[in-house]
């Protein structure tokens, strides 16, 4: 079946304008997660959704980073007045799951997110 | 908070080879997930394997198994028959086992070059 997908592949901004980058989960994928890789800090988690739950947003950087899920599935990750430190690939995961267990975390593509 | 450490930031094997991949991580918990994933550069972020910490036997998947050592809090990859297509950066990652979400904390990665 189809995988996590994401959009745009890549995405140049220009310094304090917004930006938003989507993710498609698996179908059926009731977990979702947004991370951010950088040079300089690595692989970072940012936010997770699950079902109809108040997400975890624990790893949002700042403010101006915000993120929904619509209908339990599709998702989107804004951010408003873009820095130049936000450049990164931004990249999406999605699970299920299942009682009593912990699902494997696919990953989509990931947006390269450039700021001029 | 579990950190994840990765002493290796670079490693080759010629092709048909045997090559080993280190990661140790520091945790608090009894109940928890380990996964090795490969991202070659095309971005996408590849399950290679998987081990459940409560499970003593090692997770083996084809050419790929691992060496779990949870006194030590050690878990290597190794890598046998080495192909071309294996070159790429490989992250070791911590899962809690928790039964709400969880998020992956990820190591800092290898890369991993495999020489005809």
Known sequence: GAGVSQSPSNKVTEKGKDVELRCDPISGHTALYWYRQSLGQGLEFLIYFQGNSAPDKSGLPSDRFSAERTGGSVSTLTIQRTQQEDSAVYLCASSSRRTGGKDTQYFGPGTRLTVL | ?116
């Open chain 2, 1 to 116: 908070a579990q950190t994840v450490t990765q002493s290796q930031p670079e490693m080759s094997v010629q092709e048909a080879e045997t090559v080993t991949l280190s990661c140790t991580y520091d945790t608090s918990e009894n109940n928890y997930y380990l996964f090795w994933y490969k991202q070659p550069p095309s971005r996408q972020m590849i399950l290679v394997i998987r081990q459940e910490a409560y499970k003593q036997q090692n997770a083996t998947e084809n050419r790929f198994s691992v060496n779990f050592q949870k006194a030590a809090k050690s878990f290597s990859l190794k890598i046998s028959d080495s192909q071309l297509g294996d070159t790429a950066m490989y992250f070791c990652a911590f899962m809690r086992g928790e039964t709400s979400g969880s998020r992956l904390t990820f190591g800092e990665g290898t890369q991993l070059t495999v020489n005809p």
